[in-house]
């Protein structure tokens, strides 16, 4: 089946590590994402991962994958107020030829506290 | 280099009126893909096409809703007539290669009054 789940909130203070986790049920992901969406604002790809892979580190993202207990998290270092918004874990279904819908989990309200 | 954008961001329409939304993605990009969120629930895929042509519209809610993208460049999403449960964001989205990095336009929001 299609399902993504996540934690609705977080709370963390300035400076602190921030990890939002996910899970994932379709065995079949090819890739899987984080996207943000700041208040009023649209969606913006903050990092994909390959199934393939197991980490992946870009600044002050990473991004670890755990395929066989389907479990993807972000880690955020030194977090900060500009951090603030929802992040949304996605994977993507379908072969090369075949479907290529994303699925988005329900999203992880970020707040960060000065 | 420009991004996908949507018209209107917003849009209030009493119930069983026309809506037509329109996206226009990234130059370039030959897939296009709408989805939304409405009220408390998980952002949806609706449907995705690859130039003009509808590679697959599992995700469309029922037959009020009409997509199209003539001449494979924008695409717009009527959704006649509209009904309560159809208020939501409505995004779209592009990318160049199938499936990965689909970037995301700001949305539309529908309210059906």
């Known amino acids: 089946g299609e399902d993504v789940e996540q934690s609705l909130f977080l709370s963390v203070r300035e400076g602190d590590s921030s990890v939002i986790n996910c899970t994932y049920t379709?065995?079949?992901?090819?890739?899987l994402y984080w996207y943000k969406q700041e208040p009023g604002a649209g969606l913006q790809l903050l990092t994909y991962i390959f199934s393939n892979m197991d980490m992946k580190q870009d600044q002050r993202l990473t991004v670890l994958l755990n395929k066989k207990d389907k479990h993807l998290s972000l880690r955020i270092a030194d977090t900060q107020t500009g951090d603030s918004a929802i992040y949304f874990c996605a994977e993507i279904i379908g072969e090369e030829t075949s479907y290529d819908k994303v699925i988005f989990g329900p999203g992880t309200s970020l707040s960060v506290i000065p | 280099e420009a991004g996908v954008t949507q018209f209107p961001s917003h849009s209030v329409i009493e119930k069983g009126q026309t809506v037509t939304l329109r996206c226009d993605p990234i130059s370039g990009h030959d897939n296009l893909y709408w989805y939304r969120r409405v009220m408390g629930k998980e952002i949806k895929f609706l449907l995705h096409f690859v130039k003009e042509s509808k590679q697959d519209e599992s995700g469309m809610p029922n037959n009020r809703f009409l997509a199209e993208r003539t001449g494979g460049t924008y695409s717009t999403l009527k959704v006649q007539p509209a009904e309560l449960e159809d208020s939501g964001v409505y995004f779209c989205a592009s990318s160049q290669v199938r499936g990965l990095e689909q970037y995301f336009g700001p949305g539309t929001r529908l309210t059906v009054t």
């Open positions: 379709d065995s079949s992901s090819t890739y």
